[in-house]
């Protein structure tokens, strides 16, 4: 079956440090996986995601995740983290076999002090 | 949150009452799915529908049913024998049910006493 976990469930960064929120995924074939960030109350927002191709994703607000194949993880990463980024974040892979639903992780609060 | 509005965003209900979450998109969307948000759970599929007039049960579809009788809406009914309906229910749509990045609506916050 497949499944996500976020080891952390949360993570605290001094504004201006660079941020790293786990994930590490378990599939049968190849993962497609993805992250969202959510604010209190609201929806979720779609960050980056990975099919194929680098390793390395870029995606929305500066955010960026290294897939590692070999780890089976999916880092999300920034340099220098706000404030603002401040939130919940997910970490997901999609199972293609049964409707394109998303598997999620448990969820990391990411708190980023001045 | 997109082209996908949820409403209401706040909702009340009595316990043994039905109560129905409206969910449309305007992003054309084929596939469109209903999570549930339990705080330290995470989100857990409800239903899915990939096509028009198609839907498919979930990982936790006991007490809920939907309807896709547009490609733009699909509303889910919390029916009264679901045990522990209070929660934060999201609906999502992508361009397919394949690869493709999911999209949220903002979400309905359901509380039944």
């Known amino acids: 079956a497949q499944s996500v976990a976020q080891p952390e469930d949360q993570v605290n960064v001094a504004e201006g440090n660079p941020l790293t929120v786990k994930c590490t995924y378990s599939?049968?074939?190849?993962?497609?996986l993805f992250w969202y960030v959510q604010y209190p109350n609201r929806g979720l927002q779609f960050l980056l995601k990975?099919?194929?191709?680098?390793?390395l994703v870029k995606g929305s607000y500066g955010f960026e995740a290294e897939f590692n194949k070999s780890q089976t993880s999916f880092h999300l990463k920034k340099p220098s983290a706000l404030v603002s980024d401040s939130a919940l974040y997910f970490c997901?892979?999609?199972?293609?076999?049964?409707?394109?639903?998303?598997?999620f992780g448990q969820g990391t609060e990411l708190s980023v002090k001045p | 949150d997109g082209g996908i509005t949820q409403s209401p965003k706040y909702l009340f209900r009595k316990e043994g009452q039905n109560v129905t979450l409206s969910c449309e998109q305007n992003l054309n969307h084929d596939a469109m799915y209903w999570y549930r948000q339990d705080p330290g759970q995470g989100l857990r599929l409800i239903y899915y529908s990939q096509i028009v007039n198609d839907f498919q049960k979930g990982d936790i579809a006991e007490g809920y049913s939907v309807s896709r009788e547009k490609k733009e809406s699909f509303p889910l009914t919390v029916t009264s024998a679901q045990k522990n309906p209070t929660a934060f229910y999201l609906c999502?749509?992508?361009?397919?049910?394949?690869?493709?990045?999911?999209?949220f609506g903002p979400g309905t916050r359901l509380t039944v006493t």
């Open positions: 999502a749509s992508s361009i397919t049910s394949s690869g493709d990045e999911q999209y």
């Open positions: 990975y099919i194929t191709g680098d390793n």
């Open positions: 997901a892979v999609r199972d293609i076999a049964q409707g394109g639903k998303l598997i």
């Open positions: 599939v049968s074939g190849n993962p497609y």
